[in-house]
């Protein structure tokens, strides 16, 4: 072995933002978010022999291509729900069509192409009428050509596009988007590091919700990895080690073995008996649900009912609204998920990105934007028909609003009112209705400094902790340049969370903590000590926290609570939660699940 | 030959699902399938989802539906139906 080549082996580390709980050693496998594979060349073919051959070569990557297209769909329908397959269907479809099929095949023959030229040629053609069409929205199919186009291009190369996923794969991306997320079979995903991307970003809550370990932030990752290198992942410290040597290996074994690293299909249908804390006190764990890939994980992990259903997942990833029937059918099936217990429906949280072109310019500020409750009143349309639907489901199931990004109690009335007067429209048609109560998410400063007054006008409160963060110390959730200052723990969050739990008692409503936050056991921990009874969080996680909250005391983590609330800084308070309750309970919550130790910058 | 105006109702238009279901509908037919805008700047064969697209037919555009096989009527009917239904999709 040379000097170079024994250089390039060599250990190399980055240190990003776990954001999905794991350890994993495994093998690279990028995932490009575009580009052709190589450049497209222009060979001359010799004879007839050399052209039929060249038209084999098409063929066959075109049937390869579908077959592809075939399996994904089939995934897709599996892990994301029919809705959003068609995607691939019109895929296939444009691989079957003759119009490209057979121009594709004459330029081989006439001009005496080699495939490669005669695809990127007809492709380009078909794009430069795509271009001249006028609706933005059809327009934009185009980017479905060039889809297609670089999949029968890789098909042609002979290197998969769609990668046929290793048995120990970790996925390496610059940015893992949903798109890329559904082709993967996260039955042989490892883990997955990404460039960009934070704790709340999509990646990551589709890592949560299937239970993967995930680590986003790796900044410049992508570019250093090779797929097939061997890569070590720790979703708990964030630490990233790419040609781990066989020392660091054994490190992160020894790690994931003390730590109990989570398996994925652990889960069995848990009862879910009532938990009690050591001095007698009542908690409910529910579960968040997004994805249909995380339905059995309700029943299966044991959560009593959902807390928190992201109905926005139902649009199709080119925001095309579902109708009133099709949500009618979604909400059953999740009411019948969540039983008894029942489900609460967040109304879309969504702004002007994910609505269908045209609607809105792009916004300079979105999570400021036209976005949730704003947008569901600035469109009574859209509001209404999902009312409909859920009204209309509650009928046969128990269900519940959430309306989103409440910062006035105005909104809240005239989100009521609409309903109320949906739920007169279906009365007189003669169909049935259910009861439904309505909450707010509290998440908005504003809505923290009125909680008193809002809590007179809701029937709920849901305290959604990862916007909150981001709105009230002003740090974009998705920017890892500032994660360090999305600080979950910092004292103003704390006291926010407090303030929204007593005025919620005071008014005698339910109150839910439903963000991120109390996924984990220390910060589940915290928020029993500031007040809270009832958390709801991605329903893998709920059996961590089940064990570490049945072994505290409620009036231990109430003092311990109390200390972060009288902390002066983000890192006071850290500190206190890592010593006090890594000290009273150290077999509960280990050195590496808190927070870690600061280090002068 | 059996023709009929079909107008596009759904919110989105003829786009990607929309027009996967019709040519995975008129495939189901060995009559020949084509629509044209009425106002004459393009024709599609139904059975081509490249060609359906380039209509960049959107919400409110008139189309002219002509079939033509064995099974004329039939298909008629069950592209029609699709037409009328806007796709199963969003009419708002």
Redesign the interface.
């Known amino acids: 072995m040379n000097k170079k080549a024994n250089n390039e082996r060599s250990e190399r580390r980055w240190r990003g933002v776990a954001v999905s709980e794991g350890i994993a050693v495994g093998r690279v496998l990028r995932i490009h978010s575009g580009g052709l594979p190589a450049s497209v060349f222009r060979a001359t073919l010799d004879d007839e022999g050399q052209i039929t051959r060249e038209v084999r070569r098409f063929r066959a990557a075109a049937r390869l291509s579908r077959r592809q297209l075939r399996a994904l769909k089939r995934r897709a329908e599996k892990a994301l729900g029919v809705e959003h397959a068609?995607?691939f269907?019109?895929h296939i479809?444009?691989l079957e069509?003759?119009?490209?099929l057979e121009d594709v095949e004459t330029l081989i023959r006439r001009e005496r192409a080699n495939a490669e030229w005669a695809v990127k040629v007809v492709a380009d053609r078909?794009l430069a009428?795509?271009a001249e069409?006028?609706?933005d929205?059809?327009?934009e199919?185009s980017s479905?050509?060039e889809d297609v186009t670089r999949r029968l291009l890789f098909a042609l190369s002979g290197e998969p596009y769609t990668r046929l996923v290793m048995r120990d794969a970790v996925i390496v991306a610059e940015e893992l988007l949903p798109s890329a997320a559904a082709e993967l079979d996260f039955e042989h995903v490892r883990a997955i590091a990404s460039d960009a991307g934070g704790w709340t970003s999509h990646t990551a809550i589709i890592a949560r919700g299937v239970g993967i370990p995930a680590v986003v932030g790796a900044r410049d990752l992508f570019r250093h990895a090779r797929t097939g290198d061997e890569i070590a992942v720790d979703a708990v410290s964030g630490e990233i080690v790419l040609h781990p040597s066989a020392r660091t290996i054994e490190r992160f074994h020894a790690t994931a073995m003390k730590s109990g690293r989570r398996t994925r299909h652990g889960a069995t249908d848990i009862q879910p008996a009532p938990l009690h804390t050591t001095d007698g006190i009542e908690i409910v764990l529910r579960a968040n649900v997004e994805l249909p890939a995380e339905f059995p994980d309700v029943r299966g992990y044991g959560a009593r009912g959902i807390g928190l259903y992201r109905s926005e997942f139902l649009l199709?990833q080119?925001g095309?609204?579902?109708?009133e029937e099709e949500q009618r059918a979604a909400y059953l099936e999740v009411a019948g998920l969540a039983g008894v217990d029942g489900a609460k429906i967040r109304l879309f949280d969504l702004g002007g990105e994910k609505i269908?072109a045209g609607e809105n310019d792009l916004e300079r500020n979105p999570a400021l934007g036209l976005r949730a409750i704003r947008f569901c009143l600035r469109r009574p349309?859209v509001l209404r028909?999902q009312a409909r639907a859920v009204l209309r489901a509650a009928a046969d199931g128990h269900l519940d609003i959430v309306l989103p990004m409440i910062s006035d109690v105005a909104e809240v009335r005239r989100a009521r009112r609409i309903i109320d007067e949906e739920r007169a429209r279906l009365e007189d048609e003669g169909l049935a209705c259910g009861a439904v109560k309505i909450g707010a998410m509290i998440e908005v400063p504003s809505a923290v400094l009125m909680a008193e007054h809002l809590a007179r006008e809701v029937d709920f409160f849901s305290l959604g902790t990862n916007d909150l963060v981001q709105y009230l110390l002003a740090v974009d959730r998705g920017n890892d340049g500032v994660a360090e200052w999305f600080r979950t723990l910092h004292p103003a969050v704390l006291h926010s969370i407090r303030r929204a739990l007593m005025a919620a008692e005071a008014a005698a409503i339910p109150a839910i903590v439903c963000g991120e936050m109390a996924a984990t056991p220390a910060y589940a921990a915290i928020l029993v000590g500031l007040g809270a009874r009832d958390l709801s969080m991605t329903a893998s996680s709920i059996p961590r926290v089940r064990q570490a909250l049945a072994k505290v005391s409620a009036a231990e983590v109430r003092e311990i609570a109390r200390e972060c609330l009288d902390s002066d800084t983000a890192d006071a308070a850290e500190e206190v939660v890592r010593i006090r309750l890594g000290e009273r309970w150290p077999e509960l919550f280990l050195p590496e699940f808190l927070p870690a130790p600061k280090r002068e910058v | 030959m059996l023709e009929r105006r079909v107008v596009v109702t759904n919110r989105l238009g003829l786009h990607a699902r929309a027009a996967a279901r019709l040519v995975r509908v008129a495939s189901g037919f060995t009559s020949g399938i084509r629509l044209e805008r009425i106002d004459g700047n393009a024709a599609a064969d139904a059975k081509s989802i490249l060609s359906v697209l380039l209509l960049a037919a959107a919400r409110g555009t008139a189309l002219r539906l002509t079939v033509a096989g064995a099974d004329e009527t039939e298909a008629l009917t069950a592209v029609c139906e699709l037409f009328e239904h806007g796709f199963g999709e969003d009419q708002e």
């Open positions: 068609y995607i269907d019109a479809l444009m069509d003759s119009k490209l078909l009428v795509y069409i006028k609706d929205y059809l327009r199919r479905d050509i199709t080119r095309v609204m579902p109708t269908g349309d028909s």
